[in-house]
């Protein structure tokens, strides 16, 4: 539901923060393009990358592990290197589902790939 901007007097101008009701939601970003958030991958993937998301270790196998590991690096080999320093491969490889990998791979993206400018 959008709301009409309402006009205040006061020293400057104002419009109201729009409300959210779904998953989604848009971010203005300051090189003037318009950037849509996942918010429920973004923070399922938030979640994997710091550690506060339990994996599940049952199904792991080699094969899987070995492809993760390819695939995290590869994930790794993008971010910023300072984050690259922290981001623990061996702890992630062969526990994610595509869910959950795809999830992290979307919050990188999000976070470290794409930053916002300052």
């Known amino acids: 539901m959008l ?3 309402m006009r205040v007097s006061g020293s400057g101008s104002y419009a109201p923060q729009p409300t959210h009701s779904g998953p ?17 991958r973004y923070h ?3 979640k994997i ?3 506060k998301f339990k994996l599940n270790s049952d199904k792991i196998t080699e094969k899987r592990i070995k492809r993760q590991t390819k695939l995290l690096n590869r994930l ?6 300072e984050v690259a320093k922290g981001f623990d491969v061996k702890r992630l490889a062969g526990k ?6 795809w999830s992290l791979k979307y919050y990188l993206d999000v976070r470290y790939v794409y930053p916002l400018k300052s």
């Open 3 to 5: 709301l009409p901007a």
């Open 76 to 81: 790794k080999s993008g971010l910023p290197e």
């Open 49 to 51: 990358y710091t550690g």
């Open 24 to 40: 989604e939601y848009q971010s203005q970003r300051q090189d003037s393009t318009t950037m849509v958030v996942d918010r429920e």
């Open 44 to 46: 399922l993937g938030q």
């Open 96 to 101: 994610l589902n595509n869910m959950q990998f």
